[in-house]
């Protein structure tokens, strides 16, 4: 079990750094109409969530790297901040206003999102949970 763990979790962040940085590339991806579209995302959010929008996601990036590296090597505090930060990931799509996503965004984050799950019940409800215990 404690392979496939840490294999989900590698899958996981590769999967979010790809969808992460899939903007400074997306261009060359997609005809010009399209990018212009994917770049109407968010013009109703709060203009707190605007102004801060980079901060925030390049924090968000560091403490969920910082946190599956945590995980890998089985610590408590990483579990609890990546609880936490799945959270966080749920709740502020609420605030941002409108999102427009392209196909490979979709599906990023799909899988993302099911390891994460995975990753989660595995680390709390699983044989991988008592590795956390010990440190």
Not at 1 to 25: C, D, E, H, Q, T
Not at 39 to 45: E, G, H, I, L, R
């Amino acid at each position: 079990m404690v392979p496939l763990f840490r294999k989900l979790i590698i899958i996981s962040n590769v999967a979010f750094i790809v969808w992460f940085f899939l903007p400074l590339y997306s261009h060359k991806l997609y005809t010009y109409d399209v990018q212009k579209l994917l770049d109407a995302n968010a013009f109703n959010a709060l203009d707190i969530l605007l102004r801060f929008n980079v901060e925030i996601n390049y924090i968000n990036l560091a403490l969920y790297l910082i946190s599956a590296v945590g995980m890998y090597f089985f610590i408590r505090k990483a579990r609890t901040l990546f609880l936490v930060l799945t959270i966080f990931t749920f709740i502020t799509p609420l605030f941002a206003g409108v999102s427009v996503q392209s196909p490979i965004d979709v599906v990023l984050n799909n899988v993302t999102l099911m390891a994460d799950a995975a990753i989660l019940y595995m680390s709390y409800y699983s044989s991988v949970a008592s590795k956390f215990n010990i440190t």
